[in-house]
């Protein structure tokens, strides 16, 4: 007798294998279009949240390097979102590199460098600050095409509206730095200034950047937080370059003034998550976080940051987040950066990306193309998490291994392609600089810039 199935096991079958076949098609759709699943829709008034964490290391961020609970609520972000694990910036320095964010290219390109006759920004009267000029299209100005609200809340001096930086932003907040003491620009008023934009404009679609400086040196910021790394009396050691003569207690004592300070914005974060979380119902949210450069802990000789291209200056990442996991997708370790942000930010809200952009999505194709990282007297070609950094006055070339370079030393070929990539960069494109305020230059001092 001919076996026959119940009924019942019939269309549990059926069922069963269309829910199966439902879900391959999914997971395969999900993981052929990542940008379908993880876009904003334009149509509910999108919030799209740029953060820049200045001079935060990647390798102090929990679950990217740091063994101590520093990032609670970015590591939240990270396993809830997508990261890109392999990014550098390309500069160590503030304003070129946050110009290379938010125009996606390389500082030669965009002109804001250092006067690379001066070399550095000093009071003797002739120095000139960066300024991006109007020639460049930034992000800001692309997203207020597409008929975004763009707002700005930075904490950063050099950022300054009379440097270029608030082209493209309807509304331009600068929080100021030398109010509260040395160096220390609280970003809780930050986070003040964002709720105000997060509320007066929930019915426009709006791009809010949000520059938070509080784990800049000098740490000074850290003396008013909580303890938490800190342990027992000490002193926090601070300058932008070469250091001599620091004591291990002292430097110990300023890497957890540092983590303080780093504990502090990531309480912060949280704190603007939860404010994103609660409009999330009403529109669709977009949250991305990245920093400018690092900090040194005499890796090379120096504290602080802007005079190198080394590692510990250069490695960032980038954390892409939306709420209830949204943006979910595995993390992207090859080498990226921050010119990359603007694209994937744009292919995330469904723009495409202007042609002046020389970024990627990194939700695309692996690329293997080289980052360049630039100061006034320097140049680094970096591929394959190998680079070359040239010391333009010295003429000499350093070949310098990156988080994720294989043990071995790089062949030949890829020493002599980085080589000639930095022969044909145009090291002497146009720097666009200004003289700036002298209440400019007060607050520059108070970070150290200037003696
Ligand atoms: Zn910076």
């Known amino acids: 007798m001919r076996y026959t199935w119940p009924r019942f096991l019939k269309t549990f079958a059926a069922v069963g294998a269309v829910a199966v076949i439902g879900l391959v098609v999914f997971e395969l759709a999900s993981a052929l279009e990542p940008r379908i699943r993880m876009r904003v829709d334009a149509q509910r008034n999108p919030l799209v949240v740029f953060v820049v964490i200045d001079a935060l290391r990647r390798d102090h961020v929990e679950t990217l390097g740091s063994q101590r609970a520093t990032t609670p609520d970015l590591a939240r972000l990270a396993k809830e979102g997508f990261v890109a694990s392999g990014m550098l910036a390309h500069s160590s320095q503030t304003a070129p590199s946050v ?3 938010f125009v996606s290219k390389a500082p030669h390109a965009h002109g804001v460098q250092f006067d690379p006759r001066t070399k550095r920004f000093g009071n003797n009267g002739k120095s000139k600050a960066p300024v991006l000029t109007k020639s460049n299209l930034t992000l800001a100005e692309v997203l207020r095409g597409e008929e975004y609200f763009t707002a700005a809340v930075v904490a950063n001096p050099w950022l300054r509206e009379e440097f270029g930086f608030a082209q493209g932003f309807d509304q331009y907040v600068e929080i100021p730095c030398h109010k509260h003491g040395r160096g220390v620009c609280d970003g809780a008023r930050i986070n003040e200034e964002a709720s105000k934009v997060i509320r007066n404009h929930a019915a426009e679609k709006t791009l809010l ?5 509080d784990v800049h040196n000098p740490y000074a910021h850290a003396g008013k937080l909580p303890r938490v790394f ?7 050691v601070y300058r932008n370059g070469k250091a001599k003569g620091v004591s291990s207690k002292d430097l110990a004592y300023t890497i957890d003034a540092y983590d303080d300070g780093l504990l502090y914005t990531d309480s912060l974060i949280g704190q603007l998550v939860r ?10 949210v977009l949250l991305v976080i990245t920093s400018d450069h690092g900090d040194e802990f005499l890796e090379h000789g120096g504290l602080g940051h802007g005079s190198t291209l080394y590692p510990e200056l250069l490695e960032t990442f980038a954390i892409f987040w939306r709420p209830d996991g949204r943006a979910r997708h595995p993390r992207d370790e090859r080498l990226s950066g921050t010119i990359d942000i603007a694209p994937t930010l744009l292919d995330l809200v469904g723009i495409r990306k202007p042609r002046e952009m020389a970024g990627r999505s990194l939700l695309g194709s692996s690329s293997g193309r080289p980052i360049i990282a630039e100061l006034a007297g320097q140049k680094a070609a970096i591929k394959e998490y190998w680079g070359v950094i040239r010391d333009l006055d010295a003429r000499q070339d350093e070949v310098v291994a990156y988080s994720g370079a294989a043990e071995s030393e790089p062949s030949a070929e890829l020493v002599a392609e980085l080589s000639s990539l930095l022969d044909a960069l145009d090291v002497r494109a146009t720097v666009n600089s200004a003289a700036p305020d002298p209440k400019v230059v007060q607050q520059l001092k108070a970070l150290g810039y200037i003696e």
């Open 99 to 101: 110009a290379s964010m």
């Open 275 to 284: 404010e994103l979380e609660s409009v999330a119902a009403e529109r669709d």
């Open 230 to 236: 800190r342990d027992g009396p000490g002193r926090v």
């Open 209 to 213: 950047y949000l520059h938070y400086l």
